[in-house]
T-cell receptor, first 112, second 112 residues
């Protein structure tokens, strides 16, 4: 079943913060985050594994709440380059033969 | 340079014709995937392959066919049975199922 992302779209001014959520009705093993610019391929941002860890690099970080089966992506002090559509992809087991199921995406627009 | 290539970037076909989209990777990845993306929507899995000479249907396999004769190549054929083939098609690969997926640049197919 497809994970649910919220919000569907958000507009921010440069320097503002954003949070994007990804929720699943199934128990998750991992959550993958990607960003896609219009007409281009999705680019991998980070992966979070079961265990409630938080990861991040630069001003983009993410957490994974195992109890809620939810992951959140945090973008702080947003830059114009952060604009794009963010997708989460979820994996429900670690048997090594699983596929990712992607959410419908969150469109982020950063304005000067 | 290692990566995933898709060709062509844009493809136009008449209704009722079969068309084959190319996907090649030199990352030595075992798993490969085909996704379809429609405007404002997420990534929907068409077919995936974990190993040469084996593949599985994804969520929207009807009207599509694939082959995996070589590790590097995973071509997708859009058949005349696909009722609404106009879309953006993305190919991806990963070391194993569930690992980080790396995407090709995509092929935009328009059926006239």
């Amino acid at each position: 079943q497809q994970p649910v992302q919220s919000p569907q779209a958000v507009i921010l001014r440069e320097g503002e913060d954003a949070v994007i959520n990804c929720s699943s009705s199934k128990a998750l093993y991992s959550v993958h985050w990607y960003r896609q610019k219009h007409g281009e391929a999705p680019i991998f941002l980070m992966i979070l594994l079961k265990g409630g860890e938080q990861k991040g690099h630069d001003k983009i970080s993410a957490s994974f709440n195992e109890k809620k089966q939810q992951s959140s992506l945090y973008l702080t002090a947003s830059q114009l380059s952060y604009s794009g559509t963010y997708f989460c992809g979820t994996e429900v087991s670690n048997f090594g033969n699983e596929k990712l199921t992607f959410g419908t995406g969150t469109r982020l627009t950063i304005i000067p | 340079d290692g990566g995933i290539t898709q060709s062509p970037k844009y493809l136009f076909r008449k209704e009722g014709q079969n068309v084959t989209l190319s996907c090649e990777q030199n990352l030595n990845h075992d798993a490969m995937y085909w996704y379809r993306q429609d405007p404002g929507q997420g990534l929907r899995l068409i077919y995936y392959s974990q190993i040469v000479n084996d593949f599985q249907k994804g969520d929207i396999a009807e009207g599509y066919s694939v082959s995996r004769e070589k590790k590097e190549s995973f071509p997708l054929t859009v058949t005349s049975a696909q009722k609404n083939p106009t879309a953006f098609y993305l190919c991806a690969s990963s070391g194993q199922g569930g690992d980080t997926q790396y995407f090709g640049p995509g092929t935009r197919l328009t059926v006239l």
